[in-house]
């Protein structure tokens, strides 16, 4: 068992919540109708549980208070960030359900604090530069294709049988695929620091194993698409889980 499992909770459940709702904001189109209600209902259920996790991190909750003091902090950073787009997405979530449509410009708005909030949790580990296996670019990468594998998987998934289902199903393979090769990078750049490889080789498979489902969708039914987004959820668990054994 990994030592930081509050983070790898957070990380991994606020990601998906930050690709979510980013990709659905790009691809408005796709969630209109009774679909609009899911995304921003998700994400801040995920956003929740992640912010929950993240409060344990230091062993007591009320610390937290402790922390924000301190801005430098990544973790400080983490919380500002989730508490601004989690704002952002409880305003959708009540515009959805009152008027049944949100402004596009503050959907953007959310887009921009989902990829911040991302790259602030990327950048709280690359920032131990005492800690070789974390402080590097492929840190960023890992943690940002997560992101968009597991929004367009699931906006792809969310759509099927719409218009644009094929041409979302492809962008969600091409996605998954550069995800797999992220995380290839992130375990050929933790085995040159005398870490293991396996469990990012096997996440690997299983990201591209998710880009093959979001690509056969297209001929063999949308079903598929749900199987891909599930893979890729997956092969982010288990990278995420081979990314903290750098933390002894």
Request: glycine content about 8%.
């Amino acid at each position: 068992m990994i030592s930081e499992l509050p983070l790898f909770l957070f990380t991994l459940l606020g990601g998906t919540a930050a690709g979510i709702y980013a990709c659905s904001a790009i691809f408005p189109k796709a969630l209109q109708g009774k679909k609009n209600l899911i995304v921003p209902t998700i994400a801040l259920v995920l956003l929740a549980v992640g912010g929950v996790a993240l409060l344990f991190h230091l062993g007591r909750p009320e610390r937290m208070l402790k922390a924000f003091r301190n801005l430098s902090a990544g973790i400080t950073q983490e919380a500002y960030v989730t508490m601004a787009f989690g704002i952002v997405v409880f305003i959708d979530l009540v515009l959805c359900a009152a008027k049944k449509s949100v402004p596009q410009a503050l959907r953007c708005v959310g887009a921009v604090l989902a990829v911040i909030l991302v790259v602030v949790m990327a950048n709280a580990y690359f920032a131990i530069v005492t800690n070789q296996a974390m402080h590097s670019w492929q840190t960023f990468a890992q943690f940002l294709f997560a992101a968009a594998a597991l929004g367009m998987t699931f906006v792809a998934a969310l759509h099927a049988g719409g218009d644009d289902c094929m041409k979302l199903a492809k962008i969600a393979c091409v996605v998954a695929v550069v995800f797999a090769a992220a995380i290839l990078l992130e375990g050929v750049h933790y085995m040159g620091a005398g870490l293991g490889f396996a469990a990012f080789a096997i996440s690997a498979v299983i990201a591209a194993a998710g880009a093959a489902c979001a690509w056969v969708a297209q001929q063999k039914g949308a079903t598929l698409l749900w199987v891909a987004f599930a893979l890729v959820f997956v092969a982010a668990a288990v990278s995420r889980y081979a990314f903290y054994l750098a933390i002894g």
